[in-house]
């Protein structure tokens, strides 16, 4: 049943678009679904950095580890199978009831799932040894609150892993439509024109905000945010790149826009080509509490 709300704070559009949405969401992970989408393709490329980079810590085997916004629980079932003590909390119940069904070979003690704003998050302080909060940030319009959350709950030598979307991608800058739109949408139009919505298979995935949107960064922006709550970067894994348009015209074929981006992620491999990072589609980010922060 689609949850109806008169609340149109940014918190609540949120909650019941995930809420309605779960179960799309849940699908952008599915191999079976044989519906490609550059999408799907961007949403693996995150898992992998993300998983990529917790194993690189030595500190993060066999911890506690929570996810914050675990929406429909891919990574609650990794985090477990690699043996963490996992706990899922998202503000949706309808996604953690997905979350849950993913779970469903724990014990009911060891399913561990949380209803929660990740600005008030009802677990203890100093437990974790990891933190995911994978693209959630975007959605949320206190970003340093949720991050001085997650340090509450963080142990003090704890490792975090965030992702956000970069505001000026590649794609997007050799497009110039997308920031006509934006400005068009924001001086006349009353609702968001959606960028994404000629994409059948993406626009159930695709917020609505009117005329806000999902927030955007840039390095500078998102190392501010990042340093006012109490951490510091200590690694920034930037990923995709395109797919490449003129207008709302997809240039190539999927197979082709993803050859395309990963060539555009080897180059990020030469020193010479390092300022690609800064116009990647997106970025996973390691981050630390800072020792005097
Ligand atoms: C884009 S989904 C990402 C889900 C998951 N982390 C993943 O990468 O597959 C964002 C998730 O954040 C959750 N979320 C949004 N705002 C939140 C808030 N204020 N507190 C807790 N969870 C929130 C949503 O319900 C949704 O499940």
Redesign the pocket.
């Known amino acids: 049943m689609e949850i109806q709300s008169t609340d149109n704070s940014r918190?609540n559009i949120?909650?019941k678009h995930?809420s309605n949405h779960s179960e799309d969401?849940d699908s952008l992970y599915d191999d079976s679904d044989k519906r490609e989408s550059f999408t799907k393709f961007e949403l693996k490329k995150r898992k992998e950095n993300v998983f990529d980079l917790i194993s690189k810590q030595h500190s993060m085997v066999n911890g506690n580890a929570l996810?914050?916004?675990?929406?429909?629980g891919?990574?609650l079932t990794e985090l477990t199978d690699q043996g963490f003590n996992v706990v899922g909390?998202?503000?949706?119940n309808e996604?953690l009831l997905v979350s849950s069904s993913k779970l469903s070979y724990l014990s009911h003690e060891d399913k561990k799932l949380v209803c929660?704003?990740?600005?008030n998050v009802p677990l203890p302080a100093n437990y974790f040894d990891v933190i995911i909060c994978?693209?959630?940030l975007e959605?949320?319009d206190k970003e340093t609150s949720a991050l001085t959350e997650i340090k509450r709950l963080l142990k003090p030598d704890g490792d975090v892993i965030i992702s956000v979307p970069n505001f000026f991608k590649l794609r997007n800058l050799v497009n110039p439509y997308y920031y006509l739109i934006r400005i068009w949408t924001y001086l006349f139009v009353k609702k968001s024109a959606g960028t994404h919505k000629n994409d059948e298979y993406n626009k159930n995935v695709t917020i609505d905000f009117g005329k806000s949107t999902v927030s955007r960064y840039s390095l500078t922006k998102i190392n501010k945010i990042v340093k006012n709550s109490g951490f510091r970067i200590t690694e920034v894994r930037s990923y995709c790149f395109g797919p490449f348009s003129i207008w709302k015209k997809r240039l190539f074929s999927l197979e082709k826009a993803i050859s395309i981006s990963n060539f555009f992620e080897s180059l990020l491999d030469y020193k010479a080509f390092r300022i690609l990072k800064f116009f990647a589609n997106r970025w996973v980010l390691h981050i630390k509490p800072k020792v005097d922060g």
């Open positions: 918190k949120v909650k995930f969401w996810d914050l916004g675990c929406g429909a891919h990574y909390a998202d503000i949706s996604m929660a704003d990740c600005y994978i693209g959630v959605y949320l």
